[in-house]
């Protein structure tokens, strides 16, 4: 069984101060690691994904995640964030052959300006 | 390309009432789901497809049905409405279900409170 733990529900930066919201996954297998943005009264976009490879990824809007699989988790990452970046970010996992992904349960970012 | 619609965006029903969620995409995809996100749970998968004429259970199918005739729709059908059905359904879809083309895309979303 795969499970996802996004620690933070509210997370509170100002305007321009780097972000990093965390998530760690639990997995027997290998994974695929995605991190999805829900902006107010919208669906989900995907944000980046890791597949294989690098474990550095680099997503949309300047934002970046690393993959550690001994710490297993896949923190999300941005130098700069704006107001523009106020919205819900959904960390998920699946595994190879698995049709399902299962999503944590969301990280509020508000940005202060 | 219109992605992935949904039909109704709002609903309010009575308790016991039945209704149908309608889900539909036209990026030929074989994988469709339904979830229902509530507040502090994220989404929460009820059912999923894999293919035209396929339906299965995810982790909260009580109280849901779903049906896929066709290759690009997924219906969510609710028979007898209860309160606790109050939520935002959203419905997605991905190419396949393994590796690269696990990316799911999302539509907007209904929003259905029962009363």
């Known amino acids: 069984a795969q499970s996802v733990t996004q620690l933070d529900s509210q997370v509170p930066v100002f305007e321009e101060a780097p972000v990093e919201l965390r998530c760690n996954y639990s997995?027997?297998?290998?994974?695929?690691l995605f991190w999805y943005v829900q902006y107010p009264n919208q669906g989900l976009q995907l944000l980046l994904k890791?597949?294989?490879?690098?474990?550095l990824v680099k997503g949309i809007n300047g934002f970046e995640a690393e993959f550690n699989k001994s710490q297993t988790s896949f923190h999300l990452r941005k130098p700069s964030v704006h107001i523009s970046d106020t919205a819900e970010y959904f960390c998920a996992v699946s595994n190879f052959g698995n049709e399902k992904l299962t999503f944590g349960t969301g990280t509020r970012l508000t940005i202060i300006p | 390309n219109a992605g992935v619609t949904q039909t109704p965006k709002f609903r309010v029903l009575k308790t016991g009432q039945s209704m149908t969620l309608l889900c539909a995409q036209d990026?030929?995809?074989?994988?469709m789901y339904w979830y229902r996100q509530d507040p502090g749970m994220g989404l929460r998968l009820i059912h999923y497809s894999v293919g035209e004429g396929t339906t299965a259970k995810g982790e909260v199918p009580d109280g849901y049905n779903v049906s896929r005739l066709k290759k690009q729709n997924f219906l969510l059908g609710l028979e007898s409405a209860a309160p606790s059905q109050t939520s935002v359904y959203f419905c997605?879809?991905?190419?396949?279900?393994?590796?690269?083309?696990?990316?799911?895309?999302f539509g907007p979303g209904t929003r259905l409170t029962v009363l």
């Open positions: 890791y597949l294989s490879g690098s474990t």
């Open positions: 997605a879809s991905s190419y396949s279900g393994t590796g690269y083309f696990n990316e799911q895309f």
């Open positions: 990026m030929n995809h074989e994988y």
């Open positions: 997995s027997s297998v290998s994974v695929y």
